[in-house]
């Protein structure tokens, strides 16, 4: 079955630095890659995802590129500020055929910004 | 829109028992997808269902069930708890299943004693 491998685990950036979260998968069947953030005690939230025919999406000031050939997908927050703490879960599914909800995740990254 | 709503939000359990987890999906969302999250294992796939039908199934033992009805709300099922089985579930909502974006609710946290 899939295998998603995300790092760090931790990430501690100041205010207004850029954050980077790197995950490799290894299905290569895998074709859709979504990213969660779940604050504390709080639902995991969709914050942008990437499919498998775009290189990079970008939302503001959240971006992530995916390198199919390597297998690796990777969020870039720039501008941090303090509401970005949280943990972040990359993802994989294969889309369509009625298995794209079965998302294999990531091991989550805890982002802190600081003052 | 109201979004994905669980109940109960929390529940606590001895062994042995078991423990019946309801969701109401987004009004229109057909799919109903259900997820464990633990410390020590992350957040792992537990099924889902579409049109009351089991499309999918995650690496869980038997003694974890669901259904669903035909206004699309789940519930999922443990039988004979064990201590392993404190987590949070949660349940995530999708217009069809196809596209792959979820729509997480608040969770379920469960305490086996």
């Known amino acids: 079955g899939e295998n998603v491998e995300q790092h760090p685990s931790t990430l501690s950036v100041q205010e207004g630095d850029s954050a980077v979260i790197k995950c490799t998968y290894s299905?290569?069947?895998?074709?859709?890659f979504p990213w969660y953030k779940q604050e504390l005690g709080k639902r995991p939230q969709l914050i942008i995802d990437i499919r498998s025919n775009v290189g990079e999406k970008k939302d503001q000031r959240i971006a992530v590129t995916l390198n199919k050939t390597a297998k690796h997908f990777s969020l870039h927050i720039t501008e941090t500020q303090p509401e970005d703490s949280a943990v972040y879960f990359c993802a994989a599914s294969r889309g369509g055929g009625g298995t794209a909800s079965k998302l294999t995740f990531g091991t989550g990254t805890r982002l802190q910004v600081t003052l | 829109k109201a979004g994905v709503t669980q109940t109960p939000r929390y529940l606590i359990k001895t062994r042995g028992q078991q423990v019946t987890l309801s969701c109401s999906p987004i009004s229109g969302h057909r799919s109903v997808s259900w997820y464990q999250q633990t410390p020590g294992q992350g957040l792992q796939f537990l099924f889902e269902y579409f049109s009351e039908t089991q499309r999918n199934k995650g690496n869980f033992p038997g003694r974890f069930s669901g259904r669903q009805f035909s206004n699309s709300r789940s519930e999922m099922n443990v039988s004979t708890l064990e201590l392993g089985d404190s987590a949070l579930y949660l349940c995530?909502?999708?217009?069809?299943?196809?596209?792959?974006?979820?729509?997480f609710g608040e969770g379920s946290r469960l305490t086996v004693l």
């Open positions: 995530a909502s999708s217009l069809n299943g196809l596209t792959g974006e979820l729509f």
């Open positions: 299905d290569s069947a895998s074709n859709y």
